[in-house]
């Protein structure tokens, strides 16, 4: 019962949301083995200003261990 948190700067359309959302839940079920009925996706939008704080060093950083892919830009 995979679930993916995707963060993002606000602005995209919701078409836009959903196309992504179904994009990563179908490679997400196909990588894994399991069904797309198994997979769920939410999409928050952060506002660029709270980034820094709320996502970049609150999420990423401070779970750095668990990263499997990390970002290349920083914060500083």
């Known amino acids: 019962m995979p679930h993916v948190?995707?963060?993002c700067y606000p602005g995209r359309s919701e078409e836009v949301?959903?196309?992504?959302?179904?994009?990563?839940?179908a490679d997400v079920?196909?990588?894994?083995?399991c069904p797309a009925t198994a997979v769920s996706v939410s999409i928050?939008?952060?506002?660029q200003e709270?980034?820094?704080?709320?996502?970049?060093?609150?999420?990423i950083m401070a779970d750095k261990d668990s990263l499997y892919i990390e970002p290349g830009y920083t914060c500083d």
């Open 50 to 59: 709270d980034w820094k704080d709320k996502v970049f060093n609150g999420q």
């Open 29 to 33: 079920a196909e990588t894994l083995g």
């Open 17 to 25: 949301k959903k196309a992504c959302a179904e994009k990563v839940a």
């Open 44 to 47: 928050k939008e952060i506002p």
């Open 5 to 7: 948190e995707i963060k």
